[in-house]
């Protein structure tokens, strides 16, 4: 029995890599819900604006790179991450401009809206390739480990080490405290409450002197910011690489209809139920039950192979579409 | 009715006639997707082959040979297929590709042998296309993986290895090299703890890296692509220190491995098809002039394709797959005067003149039946995070 190395392992190989993917999921899907919530569309184009916000980020770390400018242990992307949100709220703007507005003003479906985003989708996807290549660049140059696992086991000595990178670190807190500014803005602020207004009721919104342009404009800016932090801490915990934004659109939306399309609440619990539903479903709990003394011979413990942890999050999805069609926080159904 | 009968009879004897036409190429490889990044490298390889060709005129008196680029995604079958018929409808007879072994298949099978269009592919190394019924249209440069399995389980077992953990990367070519590493090294008395897949271009890997951890091993071979969940896994098993021991096939080895990971994968196991020769030399010479990366993986294969498919029309005095396929074997092999890369126009020349040649190209071409490369392949290691190579096999 030894119940030491058992929690470390679960922590090392189960826990703190599922909450830092949890937390990148869970931004992800903030962006995703509030564009449902208020602009009432599913919008596809969403991993790829991640792509292109942390394509800006990168020009501008690299600008920064060169004039020496370092906030080491930090990586210097951070100091870098206003430009890029700066960058990718005016792209979004001019893309509303351009594509959202005249569906959104001749009161098309919902359907036609996320069709328009698929087109987005592809256009910005391009955009980013062109304008930063298909290769993958890593950008971090922080200090790589806040623990590292030799230096926890010869400070434990235990058998199992333990990791926690710098990024994974960034990643909670930063998910954390956007989480908090951005419920505080909805729910204390007047720009916030006319968004949740709009949201609930758009012509009586307007009745009471809310302006639905500006409302979209705003909600589109708090978009971007998302995408942007989402892209920028996913791109320092992974690298950076347009082809990998474009597929993690898939748990994103997982996540952000688990927990209920247009509730905040609901994203962040979709990005954790997703994140640790993979990872700890196709564990093989063999080694920890071990260190917890049972006797499991040559069984592995896999509930299922890995390959299948894609089933996990949409055998999720199914279940709750069949019994809470609206998400576990009760979302909206347009 | 007089002028459908002149049109057809025109186009009949267009068709026919070997005098200087204009040689149609098509280059299809995997321009986006997870071999995205080697792809131009592989198409540029295969357009200087083509380039070398259509300055020296000396090709079915002084034909042109043009290049079309078409995409085969790499994992997207329906996509792969859609573009090569696109390629057969402009009027393609011969087609450098494709790049991975799935694609390749269905292409081979829905495009190249109902249109009888030759094929000949630069980085397919599937165990499957061995036994595949191609009607002899399809060849490829680069060896089959049942090969690459053997030398990898030697090599390891060599270094003392007795168990290693294996994950593979999700498709054709993954999986028929993992089973091949598997098969060997259990042969030679070794132990695979686990035989995991993982899916390229996913978001995160912890699952997988939990899972090969927790099964544990001397080393961990990686059998997937740099680019792609390949370094995703590897990068994951350093951090946790769940290995520190790696094996990397041929998909993991380029010139990003070193950048990436440097001296913390010192002393990993690197295995990929190559020959030493004054070949690939004089290929890196003639790439570095013009003004691409001669030695990205299977960029050397793809100019031997290409001059292959060339070289062999030369031979065969026609551009008629059904004729230039008889040919192919020939030109690769022994008997007659070795042609190195650049020296394109000397082969054409010799075998407009009837005499016999033994293209050894970039990559030290040695075919063997069906039509496959015979394999040589490069044992690789890193050493204070550089890449140094051990030896050949």
Redesign the interface.
Same mark, same amino acid.
């Given at each position: 029995m030894d119940i030491l190395n058992a929690l470390v392992a679960f922590l090392n190989f189960v826990f703190i890599p599922a909450a830092a993917y949890g937390a990148q999921l869970a931004l992800g899907a903030l962006g995703v819900t509030l564009i449902y919530g208020i602009l009432r569309f599913s919008n596809f184009a969403h991993g790829d604006t991640m792509a292109f916000g942390a394509a800006i980020t990168i020009f501008a770390t690299w600008a920064l790179q060169a004039a020496g400018v370092s906030i080491y242990p930090l990586p210097t992307a951070l100091l870098a991450l206003p430009i890029g949100i700066a960058g990718t709220a005016l792209m979004v703007l001019a893309t509303d401009r351009l594509v959202y507005r005249y569906y959104r003003q001749k009161k098309s479906d919902p359907i036609i809206l996320v069709m328009a985003s698929v087109g987005v989708m592809f256009i910005m996807n391009g955009l980013t390739r062109v304008l930063i290549g298909v290769d993958e660049i890593r950008f971090d140059d922080g200090a790589r480990f806040v623990i590292d696992v030799r230096s926890f086991r010869e400070w434990s000595g235990l058998t199992e080490g333990l990791a926690l990178r710098t990024t994974q670190l960034i990643t909670l807190v930063v998910a954390v405290l956007v989480v908090g500014v951005l419920f505080w803005f909805l729910n204390r602020t007047r720009s916030g409450k006319a968004m949740r207004a709009y949201s609930d009721n758009e012509d009586l919104a307007l009745l009471s002197g809310i302006d639905p342009e500006k409302v979209v404009r705003l909600t589109w800016i708090i978009a971007a910011a998302l995408a942007t932090i989402a892209g920028v801490l996913y791109g320092l915990d992974k690298a950076f690489k347009p082809f990998n934004y474009f597929q993690i659109l898939l748990p994103i939306f997982a996540a952000a209809i688990v927990g209920g399309l247009g509730s905040p609440i609901g994203a962040i619990a979709g990005g954790f139920i997703v994140a640790f539903s993979e990872v700890a479903i196709t564990y093989p709990w063999k080694k920890v039950a071990e260190y917890l003394g049972f006797d499991t011979g040559s069984a592995m413990l896999q509930l299922m192979s890995t390959e299948y942890k894609f089933a996990v999050s949409f055998v999720i999805l199914i279940v709750v579409l069949l019994f809470r069609p609206t998400g576990l926080f009760r979302g909206k159904a347009y | 009715m007089k002028r459908l009968l002149l049109a057809s009879a025109a186009t009949a004897l267009l068709a026919g006639a070997a005098g200087a036409e204009d040689v149609k190429l098509g280059l299809h490889l995997g321009f986006?997707?997870?071999l995205?990044?080697m792809a131009p490298n592989m198409a540029a390889g295969a357009e200087l082959a083509a380039k070398e060709v259509s300055d020296s005129g000396k090709l079915l008196d002084g034909s042109k040979v043009v290049t079309s680029r078409s995409d085969t995604t790499c994992t997207d079958a329906a996509a792969a297929v859609a573009a090569a018929e696109r390629q057969v409808a402009d009027g393609v007879k011969a087609m450098v590709g494709g790049q991975c072994s799935g694609e390749t298949i269905a292409t081979l099978e829905k495009v190249a042998i109902p249109n009888g269009v030759l094929m000949i592919s630069p980085s397919a190394t599937s165990p499957a296309l061995t036994s595949i019924e191609d009607q002899g249209l399809f060849f490829r440069a680069a060896p089959s993986d049942a090969r690459q399995g053997e030398v990898i389980a030697d090599l390891a077992k060599a270094q003392g290895i007795e168990s290693m953990a294996i994950t593979y990367t999700?498709n054709d070519y993954g999986k028929g090299l993992a089973d091949s590493i598997k098969s060997n090294f259990e042969k030679l008395g070794g132990k695979v703890t686990?035989i995991? $897949?993982? +899916?390229d #271009?996913?978001? +995160?890997y912890?699952?997988?890296? $939990?899972?090969l $951890? $927790?099964?544990g091993g001397d080393a961990l071979a990686v059998v997937g692509y740099v +680019?792609q969940g390949g370094? #995703?896994v590897t990068?994951?098993a350093l +951090?946790? #220190?769940?290995f520190t021991k790696f094996i990397f096939p041929d998909g993991m080895i380029n010139a990003?491995l070193p950048d990436?990971f440097g001296a913390s994968i010192d002393g990993m196991l690197g295995i990929n098809p190559a020959a030493e020769g004054d070949g690939r030399t004089k290929f890196e010479e003639l790439t570095k002039a013009q003004g691409f990366d001669g030695s990205s993986a299977y960029a050397a294969e793809s100019y031997d394709a290409a001059a292959l498919i060339l070289l062999a029309m030369q031979a065969a005095k026609s551009t008629d797959p059904a004729a230039v396929k008889e040919k192919v074997m020939e030109v690769a092999n022994a008997p007659g005067e070795q042609i190195l890369p650049g020296e394109l126009a000397k082969g054409l020349e010799l075998l407009a003149a009837g005499q016999d040649i033994d293209y050894v190209g970039a990559s030290s071409v040695e075919f063997v039946e069906p039509g496959e490369s015979a394999g040589s392949f490069r044992e690789t290691t890193i050493k204070d995070g550089k890449l140094e190579v051990v030896g050949y096999h």
């Open positions: - | 986006t997707g997870p995205e990044s999700n686990i995991a $897949a993982h +899916d #271009g996913k978001a +995160d912890s699952a997988e890296v $939990a899972a $951890a $927790a099964a +680019d370094s #995703g990068q994951g +951090d946790t #220190g769940a990003t990436r």
